[in-house]
């Protein structure tokens, strides 16, 4: 495919919508890839799989403040919009439209909804949306997947991952959609929403991308001091040695576990979780019997870094 | 336009789909109008309505699970499929489409849902569905109006509601919805959700339609003895009487909730709940100023009622 133009940037949601019906209406097939921005070769490579499933490639921009809690990083989250368009022309086939909405919950018409700020009850789970005043009150929850490992200690986060989707889906309305397996818990509670309510959208799940020396690329990498950076290469070393000791035959969890907590919190890590799950229903193994996912979060320094590897014995 | 031949009937989701998309691809608009069966009045006043705002109209019967908690009714909620079609034929313009579907949340994968029945936790609600071991986990939750009202004694229903319009809005992909405004806090449920989630449907409130003698048409009607009728004719008499009253310039709610208590408690019903609540917010109100809803259920035997009206000063 020859390289593309720049990409449309469309930034009103009834345009994007109108975009995208025309476009099917002749014949397209539309693959959508959602980002927050600040876009790395992980990314990128989402786009590259997108291309194999579609003939128009969509990218949405759009740092969804639902699914950050107010003392999470949402206002130290980075972004580098001329930087992503400029990434964006160098993928081969390019990308047709970046949608870059300003605000997908202010629907200017916050009188209707009430008291505005919504008054939190209980164990009710509160992200920057509820403190906005902005009166949007919908959220899609997949009550199962949503609730182990990131879930632990991001109690918002993937309601407001499955709600911005879900939205993202009905204003781009397309045929597929392209998530990265480094975001494993995200990519499967994906999965599940779009087949509980019956999206008619293909989700893709693309392989981890990484750097040469093994760190798996994320946007918060850029918030690693070189020595903390140095010290993150223990995730994927930790989880390779792992997934060697599973195929010698170690199949007991914990010992498998104990062998990752140990490697990262020797390199001066602060294990979040350490869980290896089903690869579908995400439930905790005590022994690797049929495919397993082994899902790490741990901290260096102030970032939280997320990895996973797939061992299928 | 001329009566039309018999709805095409469809069970299966992906052909539903089809349909929709074969129809609108042909430039036709397509309203749904989603019901539980057992058609009566107020469900073909719906289908006119939906007349005004589309050129086809698909109308959905099923009766959902995922609204019912484990000690409603939904095994004894009334049905009688070839009724429905016979009174189908008889509403001026006909239907396009029934859309009635054998089970919506039976995905054929049960195993990959973990271990099928959800342990239910704390005060999490529980529907038919978590019942069923089907694996289905994902819902739409309209957090703020799906509290009060109705909410306070079915807790999974509009929940349930949310989660099922959602799939068939998926399944059906429509250009107008219709709502009876005799469910008004669904309507609002609905209103909000389209809204929250950015599904490009309108969705169209329709007027409640009565019997002669004033009693709100419902399915559950059929389960009245005599007696029970004549006695839930209370209903609407006292929201009528409270009506005239607020008008008459009494506009404390509380006044007016105790006429309409006392009048329904007197004629034998028992009140689960009246309140005089905002039209958007469904909040309640101590004093009537501004557009605000009247809404009652109550208990004549086994038979739960509900009835509202508006009351625009």
């Not at 291309?51 to 699914?67: D, E, F, R, T």
């Not at 202010?106 to 164990?123: A, F, H, M, N, R």
């Not at 609730?147 to 200690?153: D, I």
């Not at 509670?189 to 690329?217: C, H, P, W, Y």
Request: charge should be neutral.
């Amino acid at each position: 495919m020859a390289p593309k133009e720049s990409p449309l940037i469309i930034r009103d949601k009834n345009q994007m919508r109108k975009w995208s019906r025309t476009m099917r209406s002749q014949g397209n097939i539309i693959a959508l890839v959602p980002t927050m921005g600040y876009l790395h070769q992980g990314h990128l490579s989402l786009i590259n799989e997108a291309h194999k499933h579609a003939n128009l490639v969509a990218v949405s921009i759009y740092v969804n403040p639902g699914q950050f809690s107010p003392n999470e990083d949402l206002s130290t989250y980075p972004s580098d919009f001329q930087g992503d368009i400029q990434k964006l022309l160098s993928v081969p086939g390019g990308v047709d439209v970046v949608f870059n909405p300003i605000n997908l919950y202010d629907y200017g018409e916050i009188d209707s909804g009430g008291e505005g700020v919504v008054v939190v009850e209980g164990d009710q789970v509160v992200s920057c949306i509820e403190k906005s005043g902005l009166g949007h009150e919908t959220w899609v929850r997949v009550e199962k997947l949503e609730k182990g490992l990131c879930g632990m200690s991001r109690p918002v986060f993937f309601r407001g991952v499955a709600t911005i989707v879900t939205k993202l889906f009905n204003i781009v309305e397309p045929d597929v959609a392209v998530f990265g397996k480094k975001d494993y818990q995200q990519w499967r509670v994906i999965q599940r929403m779009v087949r509980d309510l019956d999206f008619s959208i293909k989700v893709i799940g693309s392989e981890i991308t990484r750097e040469n020396d093994g760190l798996a690329m994320s946007s918060r990498n850029v918030h690693l001091s070189p020595e903390e950076r140095e010290k993150a290469l223990s995730i994927n070393k930790s989880l390779s040695r792992a997934k060697s000791a599973a195929k010698d035959g170690q199949v007991q969890c914990e010992k498998l576990k104990n062998l990752v907590i140990q490697c990262i919190t020797e390199a001066g890590g602060i294990i979040d979780y350490a869980e290896i799950v089903d690869q579908h229903s995400l439930e905790k193994k005590e022994f690797i019997k049929g495919p397993v996912v082994f899902c790490v979060a741990a901290w260096f320094g102030k970032v939280r870094l997320i990895d996973n590897m797939e061992i299928n014995l």
